[in-house]
């Protein structure tokens, strides 16, 4: 007859607490113990090893601190996980209430090789600086790390789970997955490097409340690559691109500064989100068409969602009460498959084919190579813009280009001979390769070149031109394209943008007239 004894003991798994089976049992004078594994026990996270799960992956004497993260991970290692970083909050914030029946929300965390000690800030921070009945579950989405443990460690944490990948699937498909598997009404999304501030989830949760098609994003602090302080980022930023379709932060205008002054902390309308952080209803994310599944790794995709929220009838927001920082690198710290710039060229190649209608074309003259990178099949994605009767590409917000490209006189080129602000600008023989000769003339009348505009110093002729920092309103930069879009004329003091003295000094304004010197083409051009 077998007897059996079931015993629980307390095992230790490299350091971390589990709960082991031992099954003991005997047969005649024999006597058999198998111990058996079950499901991690869950702690909470004041109770996990930050110790043990960091110190097996630490930088060792003599290695480079930067080699597998891009930054600087001794640094990293060194802080505690739940370390205390500046309350960034304008002052309003701080005294600011919040609903109390905002809905609970699934974070989705993805990643690939991420420091330990960046990842368990990451998930710390947003158990610690959040209401615990908003935080449904954290879904950790490890992309095939080289080692497992990396993801699967953290999941003894309450309310963390791990999916991982079994082979490489990039940022879309990975938060997809993690978005698909997600029990609450609202998505998080966050990089995997990151730390939330204090009331970070409120006022983004109370947003998407209010109206489920609005998309918004907290304020992005930095959190320094070196040294790891915390600084507080500018509220007077919004989301941009340029027609090479890298995203980029635009200050706003005086005129839009001024109109906030009386409430600072009002949500700020945004014509592109930075992608890394931001938050979202989960069945207007579905309906949306979630992620371009056929675009690769990373890139590209903060402006396709971006575009699709627009033109598709939503809205974009960066909401100034809510701060979360945020490990800016200088390089990717992970391979690309086939090379970053073609899988850029590819993801981005893809967003402009079926978003961005005509303007795909300024697109191609900013970045020419992209037209010989293949991007697979876009059917099933122009099928959704049709479904979702979505709008032009027009009807993105501080979309004001109406020429760009380069400004050709001939075989030369306006350019800025590698001047600055103040700077004087010529002409140099057309390379075809964008920057000193990329140009860009705005709806406002602006003829831009990144954000310096073409500036009349004196209204008369002969005075000479001279790059400014933009000005909205700055009457000595305003330009209108006359007889057929052939010249430049200043409006303020109907001059022509004029080559007679670029050898002598630089481009002037002259009186109009036939003179070749003043015949000017944009290399594309909307205006009729």
Known sequence: MHNTVVRMLGAISKNLLYKATTFCHSHGEEFFCKQTALSPRKVRWQDFDQEAYVGVTMVRSGQDTYARNKFNQ???????????????????CQRKQWRIDLPATSVVITFHNEARSALLRTVVSVLKKSPSHLIKEIILVDDYSNDPEDGSLLGKIEKVRVLRNDRREGLMRSRVRGADAAQAKVLTFLDSHCECNEHWLEPLLERVAEDKIRVVSPIIDVINMDNFQYVGASADLK????????????????????????????????????????????????????????????????????????QCGGSLEIIPCSRVGHVFRKQHPYTFPGGSGTVFARNTRRAAEVWMDEYKNFYYAAVPSARNVPYGNIQSRLELRKRLNCKSFKWVPDHQDIAFGALQQGTNCLDTLGHFADGVVGVYECHNAGGNQEWALTKDKSVKHVDLC?????????S?????????NDTRQ?????????KLRHVGSNLCLDSRNAKN????????SPSLSQQWKFTLNLQQ
Not at 478 to 486: D, L, R, Y
Request: with cysteine; charged share 30%.
């Open 74 to 92: 001794v640094e990293s290692d060194k802080l505690q996980m739940d370390r205390n970083i500046p309350d960034t909050r304008h002052d309003q």
């Open 239 to 310: 989301g941009g691109f340029d027609w090479n379709l890298v995203f980029k932060w635009d200050y706003m205008t005086p005129e839009q500064r001024r109109a906030r002054q009386g409430n600072p902390v009002a949500p700020i309308k945004t014509p592109m989100i930075a992608g890394g952080l931001f938050v979202m209803d989960k069945f207007y994310f579905e309906e949306l068409g979630k992620y371009d599944m056929m675009m690769d790794v990373w890139g590209g995709e903060n402006l396709e969602i971006s575009f699709r929220v627009w």
């Open 464 to 472: 000479l031109i001279k790059l400014q920092g933009c000005r909205e």
């Open 454 to 462: 073409l500036t009349v110093v004196e209204r008369a002729p002969g």
């Open 478 to 486: 305003k330009w209108e394209q006359i007889e057929s879009n052939s």
């Open 505 to 512: 000094g630089g481009l002037t304004v002259e009186v109009c």
